[in-house]
């Protein structure tokens, strides 16, 4: 279990724990690109990165854009609730058989021309799908798109998960 401990280090410990048990081994990695890095050169390791406050990781996911590359197969707790003892919201990254995939849901790394950060994060309020992230210094953003269960969608080759 590879985990990024840039959200707290006993936060992400108490999720790997309550959701994993105690049994598997716990990797610290600072920052959510080394926690894909790490899954990526492994054969069947879980990765785990925060699934708030995504801005100021820079946008991560772009490296499971690729076929080969790992892809978020959950995202925990599945149930929020107040008094939930491993309430942090994360993302699991594995890789995974293409035929394997679970389509309840489809992550989508986007990139829009012309969004500064100002407009993306106004989007997030409105759309809770979206998970905003500024990207270098151009005119534009990079977003994590969560679509939920939808008979229309077709996940493609740029599917995330």
């Not at 309840?104 to 021309?113: F, L």
């Amino acid at each position: 279990m590879h985990a990024d401990l840039s959200a707290g280090d006993a936060l992400m410990r108490d999720s790997a724990r309550f959701h994993f048990g105690f049994t598997v081994p716990f990797v610290a990695h600072m920052g959510a690109a080394a926690v894909v890095a790490a899954v990526s050169a492994s054969k069947g390791d879980l990765g785990l990165v925060p699934a708030f406050d995504i801005a100021s990781a820079g946008a991560w996911w772009s490296a499971l854009e690729f076929d080969a590359a790992p892809k978020i197969i959950a995202r925990l707790p599945f149930v929020e609730r107040a008094d939930h003892p491993a309430a942090l919201p994360v993302f699991v990254i594995s890789r995974v058989a293409a035929d394997a995939m679970a389509t309840e849901a489809a992550v989508w790394s986007v990139r829009v021309s012309g969004w500064g950060a100002g407009a993306a994060q106004r989007r997030c309020r409105r759309w809770p799908i979206l998970l905003p992230c500024r990207i270098g210094r151009s005119d534009g953003a990079a977003l994590l798109v969560i679509f939920a269960e939808d008979k229309s969608l077709r996940v493609g080759q740029r599917g995330l998960g």
